[in-house]
């Protein structure tokens, strides 16, 4: 079998139920959230060592989830929502695992810049990939049916980036890289930081 078809040399492409320019929002969609997983898989290469084993081990699942997000953003036809495989309970089981990687790192008072060491920023990437992808689906929402839950996910999961990359700078014995202009907006370590 040939990796290539030629069948998208006019700029269509496959959805499940039929086909759709390679600019659509649905495509745009999917593909970012396929963007990400990458993001994800180079966030785990940079971890070395045993101390990462539970991220990286909590992250190749997350890339399963993905793609599983993926899957559901792929129907061309809003009837096959019966199909959908994301639940509510994808989004709520991150939750534990944010308030565990939120716990490992000092109080925040300021904002903080994408940094530190190189898993910390590959991980920063992948919660500014993930924040594109919610705004992708909010756009392709607006003219197609996509599964709620998915975009309940992908919202939860950037908060889940946020505090593994704060974790794994604290691993590391690194000190997040604070705002230098801005002043203590999180009053005693309170940590609001997105919605």
């Known amino acids: 079998?040939?990796?290539?078809?030629?069948?998208?040399?006019?700029?269509?492409?496959?959805?499940?139920?039929?086909?759709?320019?390679?600019?659509?929002?649905?495509?745009?969609?999917?593909?970012?959230?396929?963007?990400l997983n990458a993001f994800v898989g180079v966030a785990i290469a940079a971890m070395n060592g045993m101390i990462y084993d539970d991220l990286r081990a909590d992250l190749t699942c997350i890339q399963h989830q993905l793609f599983d997000c993926g899957s559901d953003l792929a129907y061309l036809d809003s009837a096959n929502g019966a199909k959908w495989k994301v639940a509510g309970e994808l989004a709520s089981g991150l939750e534990p695992l944010i308030d565990k990687y939120h716990e490992e790192a000092p109080p925040i008072l300021r904002f903080i810049l994408p940094g530190g060491g190189a898993v910390a920023a590959a991980l920063h990437v992948c919660r500014t990939v993930c924040r594109r992808a919610e705004r992708r689906m909010v756009t392709y929402a607006s003219v197609g049916e996509v599964n709620p839950a998915v975009r309940v996910y992908l919202n939860r999961l950037s908060d889940f980036f946020f505090a593994a990359a704060r974790a794994a700078n604290a691993r590391e014995g690194r000190t997040d890289v604070e705002y230098v202009r801005g002043a203590n907006v999180f009053g005693g370590g309170t940590d609001k930081k997105a919605d």
Request: aromatic share 6%; hydrophobic share 25%.
């Open 1 to 35: 079998m040939k990796l290539y078809t030629r069948t998208g040399d006019e700029g269509k492409t496959s959805v499940i139920g039929g086909r759709v320019g390679k600019d659509d929002a649905q495509v745009e969609t999917y593909g970012t959230i396929d963007e």
